[in-house]
């Protein structure tokens, strides 16, 4: 990797000099409260873009599934691979007359296993894992039927980095990795191979994704909500001065896509390592001197090649956040339930540990995240009950939250051309 940066601050200071196009007023937080707009997302944002599903590991031989019970699109999804290896993506319903394929006892509930078929238990109809028909109970009974035309319907589906995304829209041309853009061939080389320890958790929340999102698309917030787990460089750095430790060392953005790199000290004993991290050689950061791969990082990584770098934090649209740190990678995905709930999804991937010891070093470290992520959270539901109450109309964005301003306009103009085009077609039909 060149030591050269590839990006620098403005000479300016700001860095929204870097992107004029944003502006710099209040955002209106009409996105995060109406439900109708709500409504419109689902329609222009979540139902016409990749959407990362889950990992290929999931379904590690031929006939391995998983789904998926996704509210955002009115569905639940089946990811299977193939007897041809394929991963393919499915609606999980039987186009017999529509029972859903694969679930168990609760059939709300997301299950994960390995079938040499898929089998609807309703009335017994078989079908090939590449979705296609091999026989319907009682083909004797059925008239005007073309077993060529009745299967799975598929959802499109594709991989890049051992992710698997699917995208619900019909007409979409583009591959996944075209989608990722510029910030995919930044992290190209990246080990993300498995196998993997992963941790994991999940919760529901009650309030808007996007209001989650923008918690990780700035550390501005660090000495002040993280001062539990954070006390010791809220100290150091003066509460309401410049903050070395806070202010990240680079934003980013590209199309709809955004990331910031930010400081830490790389995993390893500092002044302020606790006892507890003494005695687990770990810190939130990682098992100390731990690499997630003998590879050498990716160009797009620390981009800003600084000796202080600890960790990059990708958000790519809509609500996938891919967090890279000196041990592993961790994975966020914002689920919207409704216009004020979604559920947050937090798997974190270190490689295999080979001793006891390496094991309770990442144990540490996944506590230490799991309190830092619940720090995050702390404040959004009373938020987004003070949004809904209407009192304000927009939200004040400054330099350090330049990735908020692009979430949410980025969201607001998807929206707004989408329902252009929708009104156009509309239009176009009437008169045609
Ligand atoms: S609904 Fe699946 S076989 Fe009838
Ligand atoms: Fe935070």
Not at 84 to 113: S, T
Not at 224 to 243: C, I, P, Q, R, W
Not at 245 to 257: E, F, I, K, R, V
Not at 292 to 301: A, E, F, M, N
Request: glycine share 8%; proline share 7%.
């Amino acid at each position: 990797m060149s030591d050269d940066p590839i990006v620098k601050k403005p000479e300016s200071g700001f860095w929204h000099d870097a992107y004029p196009e944003l502006g710099r007023g209040p955002i209106s937080l009409e996105d995060s409260v109406c439900p109708e707009f709500y409504e419109k997302e689902k329609e222009h944002v979540f139902r016409k873009n990749w959407l990362c599903v889950g990992r290929v590991e999931q379904v590690p031989k031929k006939g391995s599934y998983f789904t998926r019970e996704l509210a955002i699109l009115d569905t639940s999804v089946l990811v299977v691979r193939g007897k041809d290896d394929v991963i393919r993506a499915f609606h999980n319903v039987c186009p017999h007359r529509g029972n859903k394929l694969v679930w168990q006892d609760d059939p709300f509930k997301e299950m994960e296993g390995n079938a040499p078929l898929l089998y609807c238990r309703f009335h017994g109809w078989r079908f090939n894992l590449d979705g296609s028909l091999i026989k319907p109970s009682r083909a004797d009974l059925l008239l005007d039927f073309d077993g060529s035309k009745c299967s799975v319907p598929a959802i499109q589906c594709d991989t890049w980095g051992g992710f698997v995304f699917i995208n619900m829209d019909p007409d979409n041309k583009q591959t996944v990795r075209d989608f990722l853009g510029e910030f995919a061939d930044g992290l190209e080389g990246y080990d993300f191979d498995g196998p993997h320890q992963v941790y994991k958790f999940k919760a529901e929340l009650q309030c808007n994704w996007k209001i989650f999102m923008d918690g990780f698309a700035e550390s501005y917030h660090g000495p002040y909500l993280h001062a539990n787990s954070f006390g010791a460089l809220t100290e150091v750095a003066k509460m309401d001065a410049a903050n070395p430790y806070t202010d990240a060392l680079a934003y980013q953005l590209s199309g709809p896509h955004r990331m910031f790199s930010f400081y830490g000290e790389p995993s390893k004993e500092t002044p302020f390592s606790r006892p507890i991290e003494k005695l687990t050689e770990s810190s939130p950061a990682g098992p100390w001197n731990k690499k997630p791969s003998d590879k050498p990082l990716p160009k797009g990584l620390n981009p800003t090649r600084s000796d202080k770098y600890g960790f990059d934090s990708f958000q790519f649209f809509p609500n996938f956040v891919l967090i890279f740190s000196s041990s592993g990678f961790t994975t966020h995905l914002h689920w919207p339930t409704g216009p004020h709930s979604h559920i947050i999804e937090v798997d974190m991937y270190f490689k295999p540990p080979t001793t006891h010891k390496e094991r309770i070093s990442q144990e540490l470290t996944v506590s230490f995240l799991n309190d830092i992520v619940l720090e995050d959270a702390s404040p959004l539901e009373g938020m987004q009950a003070m949004l809904n109450s209407r009192a304000l109309t927009h939200f004040h964005a400054n330099d350090e939250e330049i990735l908020v301003r692009h979430l949410h306009k980025v969201v607001q103009d998807t929206v707004e051309e989408g329902e252009k085009e929708k009104n156009k077609n509309i239009i176009a039909k009437q008169g045609g």
